[in-house]
C-alpha cells in the first residue's frame, strides 16, 4: 500500500505562525512511502526537512529515495540541504529535474550550497547522490510509471503523473503552472490541450493554486492560477478530486477556506461528482 503525505503546502517562501497553521507553512513537498521503505518525493521545498526528521527518528537505514523536482526556483529546493538523511553514507537518493538556461540540474544545486551563500558544499554530503537531467516524457521508477510534462511558468517547469505500478490510484502533481493567458512560454499553441489529455482519467490532481481571482489579474505571466481555474481543468480532465497546493504566503487560513468554499462551489456547477481539497501540511491518503 502507497501512502501519499503533505510535508509542505505554501508557495514562494515559507510562511510559519499560528496564521497559517492549520494549512502550514512549509514549501512544497510530498513523499510517498511504500511497504518496502522506498520513497518517491515530489519536490524539496522547506517541508523536506521535516520528512527527513521523520525519517531519521524512525531508524531505518538505508534509507533510499527517487526525488522528482518540478523545477529550481528556492521554494522547491531548499530543503535539500537541511535533509537530515543525506548525512548517512548508508543512504542513497537520485535527483531527477530539468536543467535550466543551459546549466545542468547538479550544477544549480551545487551552486545553491556554494559556499557564498551556504557553509557547506554539495560533495562533503555523506550519501550517495545521483542526479539526472530529464524533460518531458517518461521516467523509469522502481514503483511507478511515471510521465513529465512541461508548463507554464518561468523556467523549464514540469509536472508529473504518477502511475503505481503493483495498482492503485494515479495522481498528479501539476504545481507552479498558469493556466490563464497571461506571460509568454515556450509551449505549443494546442498546450492546454495536450494537458488535458496527458491529465485525463487521473484521480487526483495535486495543483496550483495560489492566486485568488482578484489578485492574479495584479500577477498574470508569474506562472501561477486560481483555484477556479484548476477546478476548470480538473472538470476538463475527468478527475475525481482536486487538491489546491502552492498557497500564497500571505493568504492566512481563513483565506484559504474562503478560497476553498468558492472552489467548491464553482465545482457543483461545472462537475458536481468532482472532491476538491485544499492542502494541508501533515496530511496524508493512500493511493
Known sequence: MLRLTFWGTRGSIPAPGPRTARYGGNTACLGISGPDGR?????????????????????????????LLSHTHWDHIQGLPFFKPLSDSANRFCIYGAPQGGTPLEGILRLQMDPAVFPVPLEALAARLEVHDIAEGEIPLQDFRVRAFRLRHPGTTLGYRLEPTAGGREIAYVTDNELGGGGSYPVSVDWRDRLVAFLGGTDTL??????????????????????????ELAADARCARLVLFHHEPEHDDAMIDRLLADAREHARRLAPSLVVEAAIEGSSFTL
Open 39 to 67: 520513497l518517491v518525493i515530489l519536490d524539496a521545498g522547506s517541508g523536506l526537512r521535516t520528512l527527513g526528521l521523520e525519517l531519521m527518528a524512525a531508524h531505518r537505514s538505508p534509507i533510499t529515495a527517487d526525488i
Open 206 to 231: 495535486i495543483h496550483d493554486a495560489m492566486y485568488s481571482d482578484t489578485f492574479i489579474k495584479l500577477r498574470a505571466g508569474w506562472g501561477h492560477s486560481t483555484p477556479r481555474q484548476a477546478v
